[in-house]
């Protein structure tokens, strides 16, 4: 019988988002294809440096060790060609990644892949595929340079999200944009019983939220935390929206407008997801981060 991945929760992922490739990259860009190619291929047995979303993906897989039955699948979709991959195999191996799937379409667009392997996350460093996975109603995030250790071991992952535009819909945070605070608080106040529209990271919320639920509260090893520049005075309406759609999230912040970065570095993520790059460009430079494009 063949291996289903539809129970499962998977994450796809660009080799550019798990490894360090920053200077393989510069190599395609100033020196062409060929250079890269041949780069690549003579540095097969060097083992790549880790990237963003490494530590994120090394928690998330630890959780499978909880069951007989992997529940998290990780799957490597990437821009390079299979020849190349034999580089980010050798650094999979190196690292001890539970990663068994990938896929290599030598430079063409990987998003029409991301149904076919039932994928609840896809994370990247080319900011098209992320486009083009958004518009097709996955999630998806384009991962932003950071430094993360390798050696840092944990048995929980933690997990941050922003509010409008990510976890719910970008309507309230739209009539903020085109008519102000007062406008916006307003708007949440009259509308405080009626839930939010659901946002690109809803369904992935969700499915770590199934996932929390098959383990004691105390015992689960996923956290997640909703880190929103909402002030407290229009909580109620996110606090209600989770009920209504059975989501749990473990910890709230109402930023009030105050920067998220130390609120998010206290936290501990493993990632950070928000779709403002006034926050991200704080946040990347302690806490891996990723932003998340509105749907166009």
Known sequence: MAYDLKDKLVIALSSRAL?????????????????????????????????????????????????????????????????????????????????????????????????????????????????????????????????PRADIESDMVKI??????????????????????EAFLAHERENAKNPLSKGPFFKFLKVLSDIQDRFPMEKSPIRTALVTARSFSTHERVLRTLDAWGVRVDEAFFQGGVQKYEVIKAFGADIFFDDQDTHLNFTTKDTPSAKVPYRC
């Open 160 to 181: 941050a999200f922003d509010g409008d535009a990510v976890i719910f819909g970008d309507e309230s945070e739209k009539i903020y944009q085109e008519k102000g605070l």
């Open 19 to 147: 490894f360090d490739l920053e200077k393989e990259n510069r190599i395609f860009d100033e020196e062409g294809l060929e250079a890269y190619y041949d780069y690549q291929l003579k540095n097969e047995e060097t083992p790549l440096e880790v990237g963003t979303a490494f530590r994120f993906v090394k928690n998330l897989l630890a959780i499978n060790k909880s069951f007989d039955d992997k529940l998290i699948e990780v799957i490597i979709l990437s821009r390079n060609n299979a020849a190349t991959g034999l580089r980010i195999g050798r650094s999979i191996e190196h690292y001890r990644l539970e990663i068994e799937r990938s896929g290599w379409t030598a430079g063409t667009p990987v998003a029409r892949y991301l149904d076919a392997f039932k994928v609840d996350l896809f994370l990247s460093a080319h900011p098209e595929d992320v486009q083009d996975a958004i518009n097709a109603d996955v999630a998806a995030a384009t991962i932003l340079p950071h430094k």
